[in-house]
C-alpha cells in the first residue's frame, strides 16, 4: 500500500516537468528559424516589420508566436509576359511576346508594396505591358524584327532572300521593290523599353535586369496573306532555278554532242587513213605477187569474178567465152 502511494506521488512531481519540458521545446522551435541560401528575409511582429532584412544564409532568432518570417528568393525571376495584339506606327496588328528577368533587392520595400512574388507579377504585367505598347505603337514594324545594320543588299548567293523578306515586312505590297531602311533597329527599341520600365520599378523594391521581345507575329488575317506572298515568291524563285537549270542542261548537250560530233568525224578520219594505207599497202603486194605471174593474175581474177556473180543473177556464157579459157587449158 505504502509502495502505491510512493508511485503516485512521484507521477504527480514527474508530470508537471514533462509538461514544462515540451513548452520549452515547443518555444525554442519558434525561436529560431533559418534563412536558405538564395533567400532573404523579414521579420515583422503583429504585421509591422521589426528590425534590417536578413539578407545571409544563416540560423537566427524570433519572438515565438508573436513574430512572423517572410522569405523572398534573391536569385533572378522570370517574367513572361502575355502576348498583346498592338499596331505598329505603320498599322500593321502584330502579337508581341516579351519576356524579362527582375529580382527583389529591397525586401522590406517589396514585403509593403507588393507582399508577394504573385502581386509583383501581377504589378509587372501592367507596367512592363504598358511600356511594350507605347514603344511598339511608336516605331515601324521593320524597326522591331531588323537590327540597325541591317545591310538590304545581300551577296548574289543570298539574292533569294531579297525576294522573301520585303514580303514579310511589307504586306500591303506598296514597297515590295524596295528594301525598307532601319534608322533604330530592334535593339534599340529594346532598349528604350527597358530604360522606360526602370524608372517605374525601384518603387516596389524591385531591379529590372533585362528585357526582350522573344518573338513577333503577325495576326492571322495578315499572317495568312504574308504566308501566300511567301509561297508565291519561292514559286518564282523555283521557276527561275529550273529555267537556269534547263538553260544550262541544254548548254552542257549541245557542247557534248558538239565534242561527240568532232569524236566522230576525227576517228571517221583517221580510220579512211588508216583503210587506205591499207588498201594501198595491199595493192602493192597484190601487184607484186601478181607480177611475177601475170597469167596466174588472170586466173585469178576470172575466179574472182565469178564468185563474185554466184547467187545474186544468171549469165549465160558460150563456150568460147574468156572464163572457160583456163578451163580448156587444163583438159588439154
Do not use: C
Not at 591499207?278 to 586466173?299: C, M, V
Not at 547467187?311 to 563456150?319: A, E, L, M, Q, V
Request: overall charge neutral; hydrophobic content about 40%; charged content about 25%.
Amino acid at each position: 500500500m505504502n509502495a502505491q502511494k510512493l508511485i503516485t506521488v512521484d507521477q504527480k512531481k514527474v508530470l508537471p516537468i514533462i509538461i514544462i519540458l515540451a513548452l520549452l521545446i515547443v518555444v525554442a522551435s519558434g525561436s529560431f528559424f533559418v534563412v536558405q541560401e538564395g533567400y532573404q528575409a523579414i521579420v515583422t511582429q503583429f504585421g509591422r516589420p521589426v528590425g534590417e532584412p536578413y539578407k545571409e544564409a544563416g540560423l537566427y532568432f524570433k519572438i515565438p508566436f508573436i513574430q512572423e518570417v517572410h522569405n523572398f528568393d534573391k536569385r533572378l525571376l522570370k517574367w513572361d509576359g502575355k502576348p498583346n495584339e498592338i499596331p505598329t506606327r505603320d498599322k500593321k496588328f502584330i502579337w508581341v511576346y516579351t519576356t524579362a528577368r527582375w529580382r527583389i533587392v529591397d525586401p522590406l520595400l517589396f514585403l509593403q508594396t507588393m507582399a508577394t512574388e504573385a502581386g509583383a507579377i501581377t504589378r509587372l504585367d501592367d507596367i512592363l505591358n504598358a511600356v511594350i505598347r507605347d514603344q511598339v505603337s511608336n516605331n515601324l514594324l521593320v524597326e522591331l524584327v531588323r537590327s540597325a545594320d541591317w545591310n538590304p543588299s545581300p551577296p548574289p548567293e543570298l539574292s533569294e532572300l531579297r525576294a522573301i523578306t520585303p514580303a514579310v515586312i511589307s504586306v500591303s505590297g506598296d514597297d515590295m521593290n524596295e528594301p525598307a531602311t532601319v534608322s533604330v533597329g530592334r535593339a534599340t527599341i529594346t532598349r528604350r523599353m527597358l530604360e522606360e520600365a526602370r524608372k517605374l520599378i525601384p518603387q516596389y523594391g524591385i531591379e529590372l535586369i533585362d528585357m526582350q521581345i522573344k518573338r513577333i507575329n503577325f495576326i492571322d488575317t495578315v499572317l495568312n496573306r504574308v504566308y501566300e506572298r511567301m509561297i508565291s515568291e519561292r514559286k518564282r524563285i523555283a521557276s527561275q532555278y529550273r529555267s537556269e537549270g534547263e538553260g544550262e542542261s541544254k548548254r552542257v548537250l549541245g557542247t557534248m554532242e558538239k565534242e561527240l560530233a568532232r569524236i566522230r568525224s576525227d576517228a571517221y578520219r583517221r580510220s579512211q587513213e588508216i583503210r587506205g594505207a591499207a588498201d594501198g599497202q595491199a595493192n602493192i603486194i597484190f601487184g607484186t605477187a601478181f607480177g611475177k605471174d601475170p597469167e596466174f593474175y588472170s586466173l585469178f581474177r576470172s575466179l574472182e569474178m565469178m564468185g563474185a556473180q554466184q547467187g545474186k543473177t544468171d549469165y549465160i556464157f558460150s563456150t568460147d567465152s574468156e572464163f572457160f579459157r583456163y578451163l580448156k587449158d587444163s583438159s588439154r
